[in-house]
Antibody, heavy 120, light 107 residues
Framework: QVQLVQSGTEIKKPGASVKVSCKAS????????LHWLRQAPGQGLEWMGW????????NYAQKFEGRVTMSRDTSITTAYMELNRLKSDDTAVYYC?????????????WGQGALVSVSS | DIQMTQSPSSVSASVGDRVTITCRAS??????LVWYQQKPGKAPKLLIY???NLQSGVPSRFSGSGSGTDFTLSISSLQPEDFGTYYC?????????FGQGTNLEIK
């Protein structure tokens, strides 16, 4: 069965960086784009960007350009999202999610979420 | 960015009721509209994509309609397990954006 398993809770200070992993299994890793989204406490969902696991190509929301890097390691079917220069309002649950297709950007499988808490 | 506005923000309904949630886009998005259900502490669950296509495994009491700027999610006969927060998402253009959510409570 398809699974996306994310790394655990991270507690960071302002200005630090965080790298969240997303281990995919149960399907061909290179076939589906992986997207990263986040949800601040009690808030809605925010899309951050995607990575094409086949090529490594990425596309980031302008809000995060220059601060986010998405990467993957195909040998271990794992995607990563690194966010730099963390601020307190980056505190959120970060999700990886698989899109149905490159064209149909609907997320059919999600990771369990990784809480990133930023506080001095 | 395309703004997505859901209404109502919250709704309380009884088992067996029909519930309708609306989502309006700030500009036309054709049928590139997705609906999710989220329960507390869990990741969202895909319900409908392409405005009206039911995701595999989702009960047929859920349905979606609309195109352009106005969309609806309907639950024909509310069940106890349908509580949660419902989000719409536009899949038309970057950055993909979500509505603010509709909290559905079972009376």
């Amino acid at each position: 069965q398809v699974q996306l398993v994310q790394s655990g809770t991270e507690i960071k200070k302002p200005g630090a960086s965080v790298k969240v992993s997303c281990k995919a299994s149960g399907y061909t890793f290179s076939t589906y784009f992986l997207h990263w989204l986040r949800q601040a406490p009690g808030q809605g969902l925010e899309w951050m960007g995607w990575i094409n696991p086949n090529s490594g190509d990425t596309n980031y929301a302008q809000k995060f350009e220059g601060r986010v890097t998405m990467s993957r390691d195909t040998s271990i079917t794992t995607a990563y999202m690194e966010l730099n220069r963390l601020k307190s309002d980056d505190t959120a649950v970060y999700y990886c999610a698989r899109a149905i297709t490159m064209i149909v950007v609907a997320f059919d499988y999600w990771g369990q979420g990784a809480l990133v808490s930023v506080s001095s | 960015d395309i703004q997505m506005t859901q209404s109502p923000s919250s709704v309380s309904a009884s088992v067996g009721d029909r519930v309708t949630i609306t989502c309006r886009a700030s500009q036309g998005i054709s049928s590139w509209l997705v609906w999710y259900q989220q329960k507390p502490g869990k990741a969202p669950k895909l319900l409908i994509y392409g405005a009206s296509n039911l995701q595999s495994g989702v009960p047929s009491r859920f349905s979606g309609s609309g195109s352009g700027t106005d969309f609806t999610l309907s639950i024909s006969s509310l069940q106890p397990e349908d509580f949660g927060t419902y989000y719409c998402q536009q899949a038309n253009s970057f950055p993909y954006t979500f509505g603010q959510g509709t909290n559905l409570e079972i009376k």
